[in-house]
């Protein structure tokens, strides 16, 4: 196996995620497409953790990172669910395009 | 051990290939639940890519967060705001954002992939050892006890500041 | 004899059960039950505390020599886990460089020293760091905790007749309980983590207990503010922490391998500086020194009683303590007998003076009491700065008994008066209530230092520290130190003349106090006047005691190990002289102007500097409008205009600006250049730089995902330079 069979795939989920966020109106969908990036950035931690696990027995950094991003990913979602809902109260959508009031 | 190695590749671009549509499905859906279910998908191809590169903590963590919690969350965001059942056509932006977006996506994986071919051409995974639990147990609570204590701290912020933001008041 | 000395830590687990049992029983038992519980659990405290300091004074009348003493040393030290020897390769070692006497060279430790009790467990262990817990016993641990258990013991007995069908009466109890409970824990603290917690258990008990009564909002914003400003505190006092321990060497919190670091040299200087004057920062807070003092007297909106313990007599001396405690590492840090600038010594007597002038404009007889509090803080941390350690611990603890005297003595008056502290609504109150004026009269005079009570013997303790200090010169401290004499007996005079004498002013009908107040009254008024004599002279005016009667307190006190070599003021017959003269003429001031009603009144109305000066006080130097006002109005409405500014200003007036300007230089050149060459290129640009403008300003779309594209953009941009160019 390659090392950038894995890496490649990261990147591309990477971009489908970016593709996400920035195309998405649905507040929901844009947190998903936040879940896709974090998502490749842990495939490619996983990745290159393995690839020097192989040399150093001890190192499992990639690992750990990876577990990090997760619990982090986990608390970005509750809070970030907790918006969409705050916004859904106050304006009866979820579009993010209608939170515009820091207009210049 | 090649036709090990075989097999290995071959699962990896099948889960790839489920992953990469899956992904795809999720912001192009029309449908809010159909995202979700696509999402399930894509993370559940993830945990099958670390079990292939023998990170099992990771994989059993990952089904465990992000399947069990993270998308039972997404659904309930979804319920919560009365989401359309079937299509919806209102859930993406102007057909300009979406160029800029396709835009700013495509140039960006072209400039990874350029760079990750040529920095990592024909790198190889050496035989992949098991990583054990208990190795990334001892990590987490020797090395890394600090950052762990940290992000204890955090989960427990967001923990309080979810509650703070989404309860009536 | 029962050798406590070894399992102190009973004492503050004791009143942690009591915390819990109260809480978790308290409502369902009845406030009797309840009290009950609260009081025979510190009068055990207070039982097993006596046991503790009479093991200390056995240990330092018999100190332990050879092979025990490397022993002791070598556990104190905490050395062991960082030099991976086991304890008896220590202990030999230790036992060897000195022979019989004791290791002199490298722990400090000379022929005399008695080291400290300390016993740990090991709490975690990171990365071969040991984190330890455990208790330390010397004579300042000990002293501590009779104070604190005593006080505390008496404020239990008060509380049930002064809270008496409260709501909250077993909230209350459960917090005092926990009080004592953190505030045991801390002085027992042998290391600066064990210290923070309980330094900030104690905040949280004061933040609770001021806020008692919340449903009035004045009572929940001086909780708050005393949380608040106790933060600010909180910050240095952490850093501090963390810094101290980098400087000794980072392998120990441990505070007697702190002291002994900092002592023997070999720390940096700059960091120990740093992280002595960061811990200061944590002393300012708690221990209500200038500038952070303005949360006390706010703290006077909880029950009286909680005055008396916590503001007055034990936490807000956390500070003092936290000095005492490692004072090598101030000694050494802010070079304490050496530097040209005393920092501690300046900002202890600052307070003292601010502190006192502020007293006089009080007619709450709580805030007079709660200013003289911070007063006679600087006055210990003065002592403290000046190296008269013995005279600064001294003074805190004859400091602690007169002022939870006086502060209950207040509350038996407020109890009379229809729970009122207004001075102008009291007078004559001393026929009415004979037991609380004469305690209350015992514990001014203590407080104002008048021979022989207890506030003469430590204050002129500290008269004479700073008259012959480390250097004999700290003339400054000792300015500061007389006029507080005077102003303290002055003010002091005035709120009891005030109180107690001239006509009953008020509507209520006030009627002398029942035993459960008056006798705790009593009890403290008795400390008060006999507790100076424990650290009386070796000569006062040449009168000579025998030695084991002169200097007890110092003698059995004062570490003797990990701590610096400081003089000892001898006493000072002529200071003690002024001092009682300067006492006696503000009481004599105050008794013609409050009482004979003689001297320049209504000078404030007659004399515009007397008036200015006297609003000056009333706003408390402005110190509050300074915090609310300025620095907090400064970052949160201005913050937002400012932001706000920024967008319509900046962002879109540099935009339309451009264009605006452009026109208007257009126009200025149109006007004075001739129109005809240059008329048309102008124009263009004009509307060309407005264009550009009305352009740009569709950037600022407030959309989120217009700012991502760009932000990804941007990424995407740079990230190719990076990869193709660089």
């Not at chain 2, 056509?89 to 977006?101: Q, T």
């Not at chain 3, 503790?52 to 030290?77: D, S, Y």
Request: with cysteine; net charge neutral; proline share 3%.
């Amino acid at each position: 196996m390659f090392l950038n069979q894995f890496l490649l795939l990261a990147a591309i989920l990477f971009c489908i995620g970016v593709y996400g966020v920035l195309a998405r109106k649905n507040g929901v969908l844009v947190l998903m497409s936040i879940e896709l990036i974090l998502n490749a950035v842990n495939i490619n931690l996983v990745a290159f953790g393995a690839y020097w696990h192989v040399n150093d027995l001890a190192n499992v950094s990639g690992q750990v990172f990876a577990l990090f991003v997760i619990a982090v990913a986990a608390a970005e979602v509750g809070v970030g669910l907790a918006l969409v809902l705050l916004i859904y109260r106050n304006r009866q959508s979820i579009n993010i395009d209608d939170v515009d009031m820091l207009k210049g | 051990m090649l036709a090990l190695l075989v097999a290995q590749n071959i699962a990896f671009y099948i889960i790839a290939a489920l992953m990469v549509v899956g992904a795809i499905r999720v912001v192009t859906t029309k449908n809010v639940m159909h995202a979700a279910l696509w999402l399930v998908l894509v993370l559940s191809g993830a945990a099958a890519q670390y079990i292939l590169l023998a990170a099992e903590f990771v994989a059993i963590t990952q089904v465990l967060v992000y399947l069990g919690a993270i998308i039972v969350l997404f659904l309930f965001g979804i319920m919560l705001t009365r989401a359309k059942t079937g299509n919806d056509d209102d859930l993406d932006n102007k057909k300009s954002a979406k160029f800029i977006g396709a835009g700013i996506g495509i140039a960006l994986l072209g400039l990874m992939g350029y760079s990750l071919i040529d920095g990592f051409g024909d790198t190889e995974f050496g035989d992949l050892m098991v990583q054990r639990t208990a190795e990334v147990s001892d990590s987490i609570f020797s090395t890394y006890l600090l950052p762990f204590e940290v992000l204890s701290v955090l989960l427990l912020a967001a923990l309080i500041g979810a509650i703070v933001i989404a309860r009536r008041d | 004899m029962l050798n406590m000395i070894d399992k102190v830590w009973i004492i503050p687990a004791l009143m942690a059960v009591s915390f819990l049992v109260i809480l978790f029983f308290g409502k369902r038992w009845g406030t009797k039950v309840t009290a009950g519980i609260g009081i025979a659990s510190v009068s055990i405290c207070l039982i097993l505390s006596v046991v503790v300091a009479g093991n200390w004074i056995n240990r330092v009348n018999n100190p332990p020599t050879g092979t025990a003493l490397a022993a002791e040393i070598v556990q104190a030290n905490g050395l062991t886990p960082q030099t991976g020897q086991t304890i008896s390769e220590e202990v030999n070692a230790a036992t060897k460089d000195s022979g019989e006497t004791v290791a002199t060279d490298s722990y400090g430790a000379s022929d005399e020293s008695v080291p400290p009790v300390v016993r740990t467990v090991t709490w975690f262990q990171i990365g071969g760091l040991q984190f330890e817990m455990g208790t330390l016993v010397d004579g300042l641990a000990a002293m501590m905790l009779i104070t604190v258990c005593i006080i505390s013991l008496l404020v239990h007995i008060y509380s049930t007749e002064y809270l008496r069908g409260d709501v909250r009466f077993t909230h209350y109890y459960a917090f005092l309980s926990l009080f004592t409970a953190s505030m045991l824990f801390y002085v027992l603290s042998s290391n600066t983590l064990q210290m923070l917690m309980g330094w900030e258990l104690v905040g949280v008990c004061s933040f609770g207990l001021i806020g008692h009564w919340w449903e009035e909002k004045k009572n929940t914003d001086a909780a708050l503010k005393a949380f608040l400003t106790n933060r600010v505190g909180d910050i240095g006092l952490i850093l501090g922490v963390i810094i101290t321990f980098f400087a000794a060497g980072g392998s120990s919190f441990n505070v007697l391998h702190l002291n002994e670091y900092a002592l023997s040299g070999n720390a940096n200087t700059t960091l120990l500086l740093v992280g002595a004057l960061c811990l200061f920062g944590g002393v300012t807070s708690k221990s209500g020194q200038f500038p952070l003092h303005t949360w006390l007297p706010d703290a006077m909106a909880g029950p009286t009683p909680v005055s008396a313990l916590i503001h007055a007599a034990t936490m807000v001396v956390a500070g003092v303590y936290l000095i005492a405690r490692l004072y090598g590492v101030f000694f050494s840090g802010l070079a304490i007998g050496s530097s040209t600038f005393h920092y501690v010594a300046f900002i202890g007597g600052f307070t003292t003076i601010i502190g006192g002038l502020l007293a006089f404009v009080q007619t709450d007889l709580k805030k007079v009491l709660a200013y003289s509090t911070i007063s006679q803080l600087g006055y210990m941390v003065m002592a403290l700065g000046v190296g008269a350690w013995t005279a600064g611990v001294f003074h805190l603890f004859t400091h602690a008994f007169f002022k939870a005297c006086l502060f209950l003595g207040a509350g038996s008056v407020a109890h009379a008066c229809h729970h009122t502290f207004d001075m102008r609504e009291m007078g004559g109150l001393r026929k009415k209530m004979p037991v609380t004026h004469a305690t209350f009269l015992i514990a001014t005079l203590a407080l104002a230092g008048i021979f022989p009570l207890a506030g003469f013997w430590s204050k002129d303790e500290i008269l004479a520290g700073s008259a012959n200090g480390q250097e004999n010169a700290y003339t400054i401290m000792l300015i500061f130190g007389l006029i507080t004499a005077f102003l303290t007996a002055a003010y002091m005079g005035r709120a009891y003349w005030m109180t107690f004498w001239g006509k009953y002013r008020g509507h209520a009908h006030p009627h002398e106090s029942p035993r459960v107040i008056t006798v705790p009254l009593i009890i403290l008024a008795g400390c008060a006047v006999v507790l100076g004599f424990t650290n009386f002279p070796k000569s006062f005016f040449g009168f000579k005691l025998p030695g084991s009667f002169t200097t007890r307190f110092e003698h059995f006190v004062e570490p003797t190990f990990a701590f610096p070599p400081i003089a000892h003021a001898p006493f000072t017959p002529w200071l003690a002289i002024a001092s009682t003269i300067l006492a006696a003429g503000g009481l004599f001031v105050a008794y013609q102007y409050y009482e004979k009603n003689r001297g320049p009144h209504g000078l404030t109305s007659r004399s515009k500097i007397a008036h200015a000066g006297y609003t000056f006080l009333e706003n408390k130097y402005y110190l509050d409008n300074l915090y609310t006002g300025v620095i907090a109005g400064s970052t949160t409405g201005p913050l937002a205009r400012a932001a706000n500014w920024s967008n319509q200003n900046i962002i879109d007036g540099a935009v339309n600006g451009i264009g605006n300007g452009a026109r208007k230089i257009a126009g200025v050149v149109y006007a004075v250049a001739d129109q005809i060459i240059i008329d048309g290129a102008v124009n263009g640009s004009g509307q060309g730089s407005e264009g550009a403008g009305q352009l740009l300003r569709k950037i600022q779309t407030g959309k989120v995902q217009q700012y991502a594209s760009i932000l990804f953009a941007g990424a995407v941009v740079l990230a190719g330079v990076l990869v193709f160019v660089v």
